[in-house]
């Protein structure tokens, strides 16, 4: 058996798994789609007991395809019965029905009240977590016995970098061609039974009800409609309803804007009651399926950007909308992440709208952010404050849940716009305190820093008027709807600026911590602290039950290795999100230039053979603190090209040294299994250590890792191992 091909496709096939089971798993099991790193934690423990136990005396890799099996049925009739038991379950993610220090959309739908079952949220992660990781046992002692038998350690790790950055393109031209789970796991039920052996009865059984299981959770168990994949999520479409849900979520739907669209013209016909000049040139962040733009055509404008993130979202609205909006001539689509695209174009805006923006996917399984959050910043509303004309007004709605989010909103409007936003809840609400439960009112605020078209709508209210609305636009539009008592007709209901209450909101979102939807500068104890806690002692259950007694003194210095460079992933992959947008091109860019950059360190070993690591640990530490000390919205204010050039060399510089002192720390391995499992085990303590960004932002992390690669450097064995 040539151990270098075996080496290789182990390696393809483990990091195809990671990120076809990342995907997979987060759209089936209820609400694991805001905590996809447990999925990518759960592959990393597996695959390091699997190179711990590569010479123990049990074989693992017979059950491979078996428990994969069994996690993925596990995963579908979770599925079923959450929604079976709809009336009588809960999964409890924090107290999202009334006051949550973090806020999941979507999930407050079935509140955690006294007439239901709650099942916690790292329940249901622990028991993922632990299925998910004994799949990747069985491929992790295929990666050390290979691993062993390649004399080179280097060139084993070269081989070992190779197949995993196949994995990655092989995975990335899957969701470019947004095919399904179907087409993802057929590389990797086919090498499954490669390496456990084709002619096996049991494993040709698991491997057939593997996949039809897979199949059967790809195309919706509970949608009478269409279902889809998009580079993001599982899209499913109801026809019937105009309804949009992802990962099971409901998420959009799409009106008739003559109907039941009011909501969407809102600020068009703030704008003409008051008598300001009409909006001609908009740009729609988060265009969605059509709904807002829509309503901006509705109104009359001469020209939108639609910006939208999803794909087969906007591939739905062209297709399907009542409207047909993006029919239009006049609609420019961009498909876009948000904040990339209002840094970046040049056009100027009578009206900038963040529209319902609200993903219910994580930009990546190595961090804790929502696709949205680096546009809730002060840097961002700067990015839209530039955009805007001189006499141009930016709008924002939702249904923000939350008075403390409402109020951080305003806050961080004013502070970038230097006035305070006009803040309008439906329905009606004089006053939004920060203890307010916001579900089920959608919020507006408009803000700009001197507009007439502003200053006029604030006028009419001064006078004591309020705003009349009708469901129906047509009725709105028939009338100046300012007065100060409803027209003749019961069906209309009255708007008017609330009173914000703002006192204790003094955390505003920044580049360096966008968390919008964390109350308090804390790791929350429910779900995530929690989920750590459950999540370290499975690992250590795991790793005591599987590992051999005798391999389990750990190398400290592979351990800590493994967790700085964890951290140093993360940075990066959030470092570049931010210059480039949270898209999954850009994600999967970064992790093919990391990989290249180990692959490039691996070269340089190999032909300088580095003797000392004292001053690759320096230069490490000295560019990890550029990191930590240079704050992210600086590369924003470069030209693109200088902010390409510098933001490469800030984040790949670090992972090339990183690389350089872990191939000459592993060229010497008497136990290359054995190493690099404890440095694959100290990878779980680093995506742990990630939420520390939730206290210390994205620029102070990179200090816990400086500390994780000193420990390296402390704990190094005295001899070779």
């Excluded at 989920?531 to 400290?556: C, E, Q, T, Y």
Aim: contains cysteine; charged residues 15%.
């Amino acid at each position: 058996m040539n151990a270098k091909r075996e080496l290789f496709l182990v390696s393809f096939l483990i990091l195809f798994f990671e990120l076809a089971a990342i995907r997979w798993f987060g759209a089936t099991v209820v609400f694991l789609t805001f905590f996809t790193n447990i999925v990518l934690l759960a592959s990393f423990l597996g695959m390091s007991v699997g190179l711990l136990s590569a010479r123990g005396p049990r074989n693992f890799l017979a059950a491979a395809l078996p428990v994969a099996m069994l996690a993925c049925a596990v995963a579908i009739v979770t599925h079923l019965l959450y929604w079976q038991w709809s009336d009588s379950v809960s999964v409890g993610v924090g107290d999202q029905g009334t006051s949550p220090g973090l806020i999941y959309f979507g999930t407050e739908y079935r509140p955690a009240d006294p007439s239901r079952w709650v099942i916690p949220m790292w329940a249901v992660g622990g028991a993922f977590f632990a299925l998910i990781a004994l799949p990747f046992v069985g491929l992790g002692q295929v990666m050390g016995r290979a691993f062993d038998a390649i004399p080179n350690r280097v060139a084993a790790y070269t081989v070992d970098i190779c197949g995993s950055l196949t994995g990655i393109a092989a995975f990335a031209a899957m969701s470019y061609l947004q095919l399904p789970p179907t087409a993802w796991f057929v590389p990797i039920v086919l090498l499954m039974l490669h390496f456990a052996g084709w002619r096996k009865p049991v494993q040709l059984a698991a491997a057939g009800t593997l996949f039809t299981l897979v199949a059967i959770g790809s195309h919706g168990l509970i949608v009478n409609g269409e279902v889809s994949w998009s580079p993001y999520y599982k899209v499913a479409y109801t026809p019937a309803f105009g309804q949009i849900a992802t990962n099971d979520i409901g998420h959009q739907q799409m009106l008739k804007i003559e109907h039941n669209g009011v909501a969407y013209v809102l600020p068009h016909l703030l704008n003409r009651d008051a008598g300001g000049k009409p909006f001609e040139d908009v740009m729609i962040i988060g265009a969605g399926s059509g709904n807002d733009v829509a309503g901006a055509l509705r109104s009359g404008v001469k020209h939108i950007d639609a910006v939208e993130i999803d794909p087969r979202i906007n591939s739905i609205g062209r297709r399907a909308h009542p409207d047909q909006p993006y029919s239009d001539p006049r609609v420019s689509i961009h498909l876009d992440d948000g904040r990339s695209f209002a840094r970046n174009t040049e056009r100027k805006y009578d009206l900038a709208v963040y529209a319902l923006v609200d993903s219910l996917v994580l930009h990546s399984g190595y961090s804790s952010l929502r696709l949205e959050n680096f546009l809730f910043t002060r840097e961002a509303l700067e990015d839209v404050k530039r955009t805007l004309k001189p006499d141009g007004v930016f709008a924002m709605y939702n249904f923000y849940r939350q008075g403390w989010v409402v109020g951080r909103l305003a806050k961080m409007a004013e502070e970038v716009f230097g006035e305070k936003p006009l803040v309008i809840s439906l329905p009606q609400r004089d006053t939004i305190g920060p203890g307010d439960n916001q579900f089920g009112h959608i919020t507006f605020l408009l803000v700009s820093s001197d507009s007439k078209r502003l200053q006029a709508i604030r006028e009419r209210f001064a006078k004591g008027e309020s705003f009349w609305l009708n469901p129906k636009p047509p009725m709105n539009e028939a009338i100046n709807a300012f007065r100060t008592a409803a027209p003749a007709n019961e069906d209309w209901f009255r708007s008017a600026p609330a009173r914000l209450d703002v006192a204790g909101i003094d955390r505003l979102p920044s580049d360096d911590w966008p968390q919008l939807y964390l109350r308090e500068r804390e790791i929350p104890w429910a779900p995530i602290g929690q989920g750590m806690l459950v999540i370290a002692l499975l690992s250590l259950a795991i790793l005591l039950a599987f590992a051999p007694r005798g391999r389990l003194r750990p190398n400290w210095q592979m351990f800590f290795l493994g967790a700085g460079f964890m951290l140093l992933e993360t940075k990066g992959v959030v470092h570049m999100a931010l210059l480039f947008g949270s898209t999954w091109i850009v994600n999967s860019i970064v992790f093919f230039a990391i990989l290249v950059m180990i692959l490039c360190a691996n070269l340089y070993v190999i032909k300088a053979k580095p003797r000392r690591l004292a001053p690759y640990y320096l230069l490490l530490v000295a560019a990890l603190l550029v990191n930590a000390l240079v704050p992210m919205n600086l590369f924003l204010s470069l030209q693109p090209l200088e902010r390409t050039v510098v933001s490469c060399l800030v984040v790949f510089v670090p992972v090339f040294f990183a690389g350089v002192i872990f191939a000459t720390v592993f060229r010497e391995s008497r136990q290359p299994d054995v190493d690099f499992g404890w440095n694959v085990a100290g990878i779980i303590l680093g995506g742990l250590s990630e939420h520390l960004s939730l206290v210390l932002g994205f620029n102070y992390l990179i200090l816990v890792a400086i500390a994780y690669y000193l420990l390296s450097l402390a704990l190094r064995p005295a001899s070779p191992r």
